[in-house]
C-alpha cells in the first residue's frame, strides 16, 4: 500500500511557505498551506494531513502553543514537526515535551527534508499493518466480527452486502443478520460515531445489545421493529459505559411468507427502495434519533408490501461522504446516481465496479451497504 504524502505547512514568512510548498510539492507530497496557526486550525477542520511541519517563531500564537492546542483536540495524533531556522536545545526541549517528532532547520537542504518525512510517514505505516495484524489476529482468536462471516439463506429474496473499512482500520461500522426462523430474517447495519480503534470496540457492545433485544422480544412474541429499537435504546440512554457513545442503526425485519418488510431507523441514513413494477426508486426514510440520545427515540416503523424484481439499499454514511478539493462532501443524490444503472442487474456487477469513483478523493469513514431483492 503507498505511504499517503499529505503535509500541513505551517509559517508566517509567505516566502517560505511558498518555497518549501513548491519544493515538496515536486517530491510527490500534496502541500496544505497556513501563514498562522488560526489559518491551520480552519483547514484542519476539512482536510486531515498525514503530517504537520509549523514553524515555532510566529505572531499571535507561536508553534508551541499551536502544538499545544492541537493537544487537547482530535488532531492530537497527527504527527508533528518543528521548522526553525535557529538550533536552541530549550526551545527543542520544549517540543519534545510537546511529543514533537522531529526538528527541521530552515536551511536544511529539501531531498534532507524529504528523506527525514518518508522514513517517518513510512515507519507509522509500517507500525500501522503491525498492529492491523496483532489486532486481527487477537479479534479472531475471540471470534469477534463486526461483519458476517456469511450470508444467510431466506427463501424468495437474495441478500449480499459490501464493506470497506477507512485505511483499512476496523471502524464503527456493523452489520448482522440474526435469522430467528424460516420465515422471520432481520438485518442490522448500525455505525458508531468516532474513528478506529474506539468505534471498533463499541460496535461489539451495541451489536450485543441489538442481539439480546431482537431475542427478548421474539420470545414474547413481539416482531416489531420499533419495539425492538426502542428497548435497544432504553439500554443503551441508562448504561454509562455507553450512554455518551451515539450511533445510528437500520433495523430490518424481511417477512419470507408474506413477502413485508418492517423498517425502523435511529439517525440512520434514509433506505433506497426500488420497485421494480414501477421502474422507480425512491428513499425511505425513517424518524428516530441516534440510539441513546434521548430516553425516547421517537422512532416509527414503516412497512413495504415487496413485489418480484423489488430491491432495497440500506447504507452508512461513509457511502455518500467524500474528501474533495473543498473539503467534506455529503452527497446522497450522487449514490443514487452511481446506484441506478445497477438497480435491473446481479448485485455482483455492483460490488465488482468502481461505484465510488464519484468521490474525488479517498473516502474518509467506513463504507457499509447491504443490499437484498425479491425474487419470487
Known amino acids: ?53 509549523s514553524d515555532y517563531h510566529m505572531p499571535e500564537v507561536n508553534g508551541f502553543e499551536f502544538r499545544q492546542n492541537l493537544i487537547n483536540t482530535d488532531f492530537k495524533d497527527i504527527p508533528f514537526m518543528f521548522l526553525t531556522s535557529e538550533v536552541d536545545s530549550d526551545a527543542m526541549l520544549e517540543g519534545i515535551n510537546l511529543e514533537a517528532v522531529d526538528y527541521i532547520l530552515k536551511d536544511t537542504p529539501v531531498q ?55 485505511q483499512n482500520y476496523p471502524g464503527g461500522d456493523f452489520i448482522d443478520f440474526i435469522t430467528v426462523d424460516e420465515r422471520h430474517t432481520f438485518i442490522v447495519l448500525g455505525d458508531v460515531m468516532g474513528k478506529k480503534w474506539s468505534a471498533w470496540y463499541f460496535s461489539f457492545g451495541f451489536l450485543s445489545y441489538i442481539r439480546a433485544a431482537v431475542r427478548i422480544c421474539i420470545s414474547e412474541g413481539n416482531f416489531s421493529t420499533k419495539s425492538i429499537l426502542q428497548k435497544i435504546n432504553s439500554v443503551v440512554y441508562h448504561d454509562p459505559v455507553v450512554n455518551d457513545v451515539l450511533s445510528s442503526l437500520s433495523l430490518v425485519l424481511i417477512d419470507a411468507e408474506d413477502s413485508v418488510i418492517r423498517y425502523s431507523g435511529a439517525g440512520d441514513l434514509p433506505l433506497l427502495y426500488y420497485s421494480s413494477k414501477n421502474d422507480v426508486a425512491r428513499e425511505v426514510r425513517s424518524s428516530g434519533m441516534l440510539l441513546g440520545l434521548m430516553p425516547d427515540g421517537d422512532f416509527d416503523e414503516i412497512v413495504l408490501d415487496l413485489s418480484k424484481g423489488d430491491q432495497l439499499f440500506i447504507l452508512t454514511d461513509g457511502i455518500i461522504d467524500a474528501d474533495t478539493d473543498n473539503g467534506k462532501r455529503t452527497d446522497y443524490n450522487s449514490f443514487v446516481e452511481a446506484v441506478t444503472p445497477f438497480l435491473r442487474k446481479p448485485f455482483a456487477d455492483f460490488k465488482a465496479s468502481d461505484f465510488l469513483k464519484w468521490k474525488t478523493k479517498e473516502h474518509i469513514d467506513d463504507c457499509s451497504l447491504i443490499y437484498f431483492k425479491k425474487t419470487s
Open 1 to 53: 500500500m503507498p505511504v499517503s504524502k499529505r503535509i500541513l505547512l505551517v509559517d508566517d514568512n509567505a516566502l517560505v511557505l511558498e518555497m518549501m510548498g513548491r519544493a515538496l510539492a515536486k517530491e510527490g507530497f500534496e502541500c496544505m498551506k497556513a501563514g498562522s496557526a488560526g489559518q491551520a486550525m480552519e483547514l484542519l477542520k476539512d482536510e486531515r494531513p498525514d503530517i504537520i511541519l
Open 112 to 166: 534532507v527534508i524529504v528523506s527525514k518525512i518518508n522514513n517517518f510517514l513510512t515507519t507509522v505505516r509500517e507500525q500501522h499493518e503491525r498492529t492491523l495484524k496483532e489486532l486481527s489476529k487477537a479479534a479472531m482468536a475471540l471470534n469477534l466480527h463486526s461483519v458476517p462471516q456469511k450470508l444467510p439463506a431466506v427463501t424468495g429474496f437474495e441478500l449480499d452486502f459490501w464493506h470497506k473499512s477507512f
